[in-house]
């Protein structure tokens, strides 16, 4: 076998393939419209760096007022495709309900080895919190959200030192929201994703979520959509049972009638997603 009872690349790959009965292209220029819309409504300042690289940055859609909560967004893209650009039109909901968005950017696979994406995740977290001031939120009021690749950065988030590696506080992130999330990353070197990702043994094991502690005290929400594979709602399942070992408030839900890419529209205005994300900086 290659991965539990996955004993070919076809099967695995079938499992993890998301745009079943999708075209791609309308897809993405669905997104592009949405967010070039929001970009135009709404306040942002845009490509904001947060590290040295030109890729390391991320538009700021600002909510009403000062001191507002700060959520940090995460795209997906299987580690290796999309960006900040497509994905603004997250941000239209949260911006609503008196939260500011971050919908970050990160340099892609195969161009920067799989760490480095890690590495960047964090990076962004980090700077927030230490330049929250200058964006006019309030850095201690931080929470993350990621989709499938982002998803995976989302958890990988919590499973950081932030302590011991970057002298911040722990409990810095209040919530954190996991929508359709890949935990182990153990199928993806057997899968058609590895001429890209070039996984290696190490950081199967140094960046599969599912096998770290959690190191941040926050709520944490995990979620997938009721018509995607089985494999996005056993990962889900596995990783919410993994956060309870490790004492993490968590809940689990398939959201039912949503498949893989629907279920970015619960971010829209008074969504389920909104709603949740706002529930994090309530107290």
Not at 121 to 142: E, H, I, K
């Amino acid at each position: 076998m290659l991965y539990r009872d996955f004993s070919t690349q076809e099967a695995i790959d079938r499992e993890y393939d998301p745009m079943r009965g999708r075209d791609p292209a309308a897809l993405l220029a669905d997104w592009q419209a949405r967010s070039g819309a929001v970009r135009e409504r709404l306040r942002v300042s845009q490509n904001v760096a947060y590290g040295p690289t030109l890729v390391e940055c991320m538009d700021v859609y600002h909510a009403e007022g000062g001191g507002a909560p700060l959520h940090l967004f995460f795209h997906g893209g299987y580690w290796r495709s999309l960006g900040h650009r497509e994905f603004g039109f997250i941000a239209e909901g949260l911006v609503a309900a008196g939260i500011s968005v971050a919908v970050v950017n990160y340099a892609l696979c195969p161009k920067v080895a799989f760490g480095e994406l890690v590495r960047q995740a964090r990076a962004a977290v980090a700077w927030s919190y230490r330049n929250g001031a200058s964006l006019g939120v309030d850095p201690a009021r931080l929470s993350v959200s990621g989709h499938s690749a982002g998803g995976h950065l989302a958890a990988m988030l919590l499973a950081t030192d932030w302590a011991g590696e970057y002298g911040l506080p722990a409990e810095m992130i209040e919530g954190a929201l996991c929508i359709s999330g890949l935990y182990d990353l153990r199928p993806f070197p057997w899968s058609w994703l590895q001429p890209k990702l070039r996984l290696t043994g190490r950081d199967v094991n140094d960046y599969s979520p599912l096998f770290l502690p959690c190191r941040v005290p926050a709520a944490v929400q995990l979620v997938a959509g009721e018509e995607e594979s089985t494999e996005f709602a056993r990962q889900m399942r596995a990783h919410a049972k993994h956060l309870e070992a490790h004492g993490v408030a968590v809940s689990h839900e398939l959201t039912p009638g949503d498949d893989h890419f629907s279920i970015l529209d619960h971010y829209a205005l008074g969504g389920r997603f909104v709603q949740r994300i706002a529930a994090f900086h309530s107290n």
